[in-house]
């Protein structure tokens, strides 16, 4: 029979490695999207917030 903490601690270490692959997916995709943006805020000379407030409203 299979004792509740071998599941337990499989299950805790499946977590783990799905949470570090999305962490890592996730910095590459944010880092390449404000880079890529990064160009356009500096030419309208909008601060950070205002550029990135606008972008995600569809102002």
Request: glycine share 4%.
């Amino acid at each position: 029979m299979v004792d509740i903490n071998d599941f337990f601690i499989g299950f805790v270490i499946v977590n783990a490695v799905a949470i570090a692959l999305f962490a890592a997916f996730a910095t590459v995709t944010l880092t390449r999207f404000f880079t890529a943006n990064r160009r356009v805020r500096i030419a309208r000379r909008q601060p950070i917030r205002r550029y990135y407030t606008h972008l995600a409203t569809g102002h």
